[in-house]
C-alpha cells in the first residue's frame, strides 16, 4: 500500500500489476502515484500460484531475449487466471481499498499489460464505485469471446483513457477500433489513444521494452484523470 504523505483522507486507486509480477518497478509507480494524493494498492494477482517474489523476475529483462524466457514460464499463470477466479478478487481488493479510514471514494482503477483487463472488468462490475479506469499497453482488451475484458464497458460509468503500444499483436488497430466502438456506444467519455513508437511493456523501467517519451505521457494523462473523476 502506498499513501501520501501527511496524513487526511484522499481517494483509493487500485493498481493491476502487468504478466512481470509483483516487483519494486511496481511499488515505485504506486508510489508515485501516492504522491498526488491517492492511497493505492498493488495487489499480487498471481497469489495462487506464488509470491511476489517466486511469480517475479530473478534478474533483469534488459534484453529482447532475457525477456522472452520469462515469459515463456509467466504466460501459463496469466492464461489460468481467469475472469471466474479475477472477479472475486477485485471484489476482495476494492473492499480492502475503501474499508480504510484514509480512503474516500469513488475510486480509480489502472492496470499495465494484462492488468488492463482486469481494470477494465472492475470497471465494468462496479459502475457505482470506479470513476475512473486507464489502461496502459494492454493485451487481450478486445477478443472474439463473449467474456472479452471489452464488454463489460457497456455496464461502466466510468471515464476511460487507453494508452495503447504501437505495433503491438496484442492489441490490433482493428482491436483499437473495436475498444473505442465499445467506449462510444456506452456513452462514456474516454481516450483511446496509440502511442506512436512506443513498444508493447513500455512503462517498465526494468526492461528492454522501457520508453520514457511514452511513459511520462501514460503518467500525465494518468494524473489528469484522477484529478478530474475523484477530487
Not at 10 to 19: C, F, I, S, W
Amino acid at each position: 500500500m502506498s499513501t501520501p504523505d501527511g496524513g487526511g483522507t484522499h481517494p483509493g486507486v487500485l493498481l493491476y500489476m502487468d504478466a512481470i509480477g509483483l516487483r519494486p518497478r511496481l511499488h515505485e509507480m504506486a508510489d508515485r502515484i501516492a504522491s498526488w494524493g491517492y492511497v493505492v494498492l498493488v495487489p499480487n494477482v498471481f497469489y495462487r500460484v506464488g509470491t511476489a517474489a517466486e511469480t517475479s523476475p530473478a534478474g533483469e529483462l534488459d534484453s529482447d531475449e532475457a525477456r522472452a524466457a520469462f515469459f515463456e514460464k509467466a504466460m501459463p499463470r496469466v492464461h489460468e487466471l481467469t475472469p471466474e477466479q479475477s472477479r472475486p478478487d477485485t471484489q476482495a481488493w476494492l473492499d480492502a481499498l475503501t474499508s480504510r479510514d484514509d480512503v474516500s471514494t469513488p475510486v480509480g482503477v489502472l492496470g499495465y499489460c494484462m492488468g488492463a483487463r482486469l481494470a477494465v472488468r472492475a470497471a465494468g462490475d462496479h459502475p457505482d464505485l470506479v470513476a475512473a479506469c486507464a489502461g496502459f499497453h494492454g493485451g487481450g482488451l478486445v477478443a472474439d469471446d463473449p467474456q472479452s475484458p471489452h464488454m463489460s464497458i457497456s455496464t461502466a460509468r466510468a471515464e476511460f483513457v487507453f494508452g495503447h503500444a504501437d505495433n503491438d499483436r496484442s492489441m490490433t488497430p482493428d482491436n483499437v477500433q473495436s475498444l473505442g466502438s465499445a467506449l462510444d456506444g456506452a456513452g462514456l467519455t474516454a481516450k483511446n489513444e496509440v502511442y506512436s513508437g512506443a513498444p508493447h511493456g513500455y512503462s517498465m523501467s526494468d526492461t528492454a521494452a522501457y520508453d520514457h517519451e511514452a511513459t511520462e505521457r501514460s503518467f500525465r494523462e494518468l494524473r489528469a484523470l484522477l484529478d478530474r473523476t475523484l477530487n
